[in-house]
């Protein structure tokens, strides 16, 4: 009798799960839209690295220089506001005059590095040039930014959007339908673009040509679409 019983309750849930709608089917596609744009701003980042025999007294060159640095700086159009220091150390200068001996103390290094935010492009040469005139003996990156990327941004996404749907249905075509009603759409973007490396060693006798190129504004969309079988 139990069995039976058992038998009995379990037979409508077995009806109704084979009368549920299996789900319908779906399509996912993933793009890239890539949008590029001139910057029009720039980040200097500018050193100066003094070495003496006490940390007091590279301390104070470096400071006298330094200080030389940002004032030519600001005399160049910079506003201070838009000067900050970045790094500043103080470290050992050791030598090891033997395989196998302890290093020596032969002085120390002090390195002071300021960051510059240049807002017009044509500023950046000069701006190094006159940086490296007054003592400046490190500039480790120019990196390039632009102050409004908002329609480059759109543009990146459109093309993101048509890629993505140009796939979907080519996948819909491949397999005996068409695509339906959107149902999902999401992104996720990233600025980036490039970067170059000035470095000291380069000539400060003429004006520093300066490069800014270009920025590429990158957006990932993934988007998913109903799947509509051709009757």
């Known amino acids: 009798m139990r069995q039976i019983a058992f038998a009995a309750l379990l037979l409508p849930h077995l009806a109704f799960a084979e009368t549920m709608p299996s789900p319908a089917p779906q399509i996912v596609a993933t793009a890239t839209g890539e949008a590029r744009l001139r910057p029009d701003r720039a980040n200097v980042i500018i050193g100066v690295q003094t070495r003496a025999k006490t940390a007091a007294a590279a301390a104070r060159e470096n400071n006298t220089r330094q200080q030389a640095v940002i004032d030519v700086i600001v005399a160049a159009g ?3 506001e838009q000067i900050s220091t970045e790094n500043y150390n103080v470290t050992a200068d050791t030598r090891i005059d033997k395989p196998g001996q302890n290093p020596v103390v032969v002085g120390y290094v002090v390195t002071n590095v300021v960051r510059v935010e240049v807002r017009r ?3 950046v040469g000069p ?3 006159a940086a490296l ?3 400046a003996n490190q500039i480790d ?3 390039w930014f632009s102050s409004n990327t908002d329609a480059a941004r759109r543009q990146a996404l459109a093309d993101a ?3 993505a749907r140009g796939d979907a249905e080519s ?3 491949a397999g005996g339908g068409k695509l339906g009603p959107l149902l999902e759409i999401s ?3 990233d600025l980036g673009g490039p970067r170059p490396l000035y470095r000291s060693a380069m000539s400060a006798q003429a004006a520093t040509p300066i490069e800014a190129g270009e920025l590429t504004v990158q957006v990932h969309v993934r988007a998913r679409w109903q799947f509509v079988a051709n009757p």
Request: aromatic share 0%; hydrophobic share 45%; no cysteine.
């Open 78 to 80: 910079i506003p201070r």
């Open 121 to 123: 492009i044509e500023q």
């Open 127 to 129: 701006v190094i040039d």
């Open 133 to 135: 005139g007054k003592g």
């Open 141 to 143: 990156a120019v990196d």
């Open 161 to 163: 959007v048509a890629k």
């Open 171 to 173: 996948m819909a075509r």
């Open 187 to 189: 992104t996720a973007d």
